[in-house]
């Protein structure tokens, strides 16, 4: 299946911050080698839920190790690692956003506000996460946020990726009671500390065409 961009995208995700040790986000946090090391930050671990995609329903779990100083000078935060359950939005991911998603197997249990999450990427658990959704979730009008605080960068095959979603639902407060990461396919998350967490039951993302241009 051919997607191109943009994509409207509908679900549900959970999102949580982590104070990692710096050498394991640059090490393990699988962002491009040209980009180096991510600035001083939380990393950003997100499980989505997309119940509509241009390329129908999926999960997916992604790691973005910080923010990193691109060749313009301007901070911009990258994902490293994203794992989705579709060979669909892998390929056109990839292809539309300089991603390196990877197709794995998801095993999601909702428990009341309980939210258990196991990913396995070639027969082999590498991340797993649980988490509470704390209270009411309330309107979120993503247009709140700048531009420059939206836009994510990726390196890939020569070419810099540069990409503005949107994003607007309802936003409530989460808890993070366990993550952990195989080291190998997903960076260590349990040797962090977790800095807060977001419920989005519910929002519409709108995910534009990439701005391409050659890395230099």
Do not use: C
Not at 7 to 33: F, K, Y
Request: no cysteine; proline share 8%.
């Amino acid at each position: 299946m051919d997607a191109p961009a943009p994509w409207q995208l509908r679900g549900r995700a959970l999102v949580a911050a982590l104070a990692l040790p710096a050498s394991l986000r640059h090490q393990q946090g699988g962002a491009a080698a040209e980009l180096g090391e991510p600035v001083r930050g939380p990393a950003l671990v997100m499980l989505v839920d997309y119940r509509r995609s241009e390329v129908g329903p999926y999960q997916e779990l992604l790691f973005m190790p910080g923010p990193f100083r691109f060749a313009d000078g301007r901070l911009r935060w990258s994902i490293g690692r994203i794992y989705v359950s579709s060979q669909d939005s892998a390929d056109n991911g990839n292809r539309n956003w300089g991603l390196d998603k990877r197709v794995a197997r998801f095993d999601w249990r909702r428990r009341g506000r309980r939210e258990q999450v196991a990913v396995h990427y070639r027969d082999r658990e590498i991340a797993a996460l649980t988490l509470d959704r704390l209270g009411p979730a309330l309107p979120f009008p993503g247009g709140l946020l700048p531009a420059g605080w939206r836009t994510l960068g990726q390196i890939r095959d020569g070419q810099r990726f540069l990409y503005t979603p949107s994003v607007r639902g309802r936003l409530g407060l989460a808890r993070l009671r366990e993550a952990r990461g195989d080291g190998e396919h997903f960076p260590t998350l349990q040797a962090g500390r977790s800095r807060g967490a977001l419920a989005l039951p519910d929002f519409h993302m709108h995910f534009p065409m990439a701005r391409t241009e050659p890395h230099r």
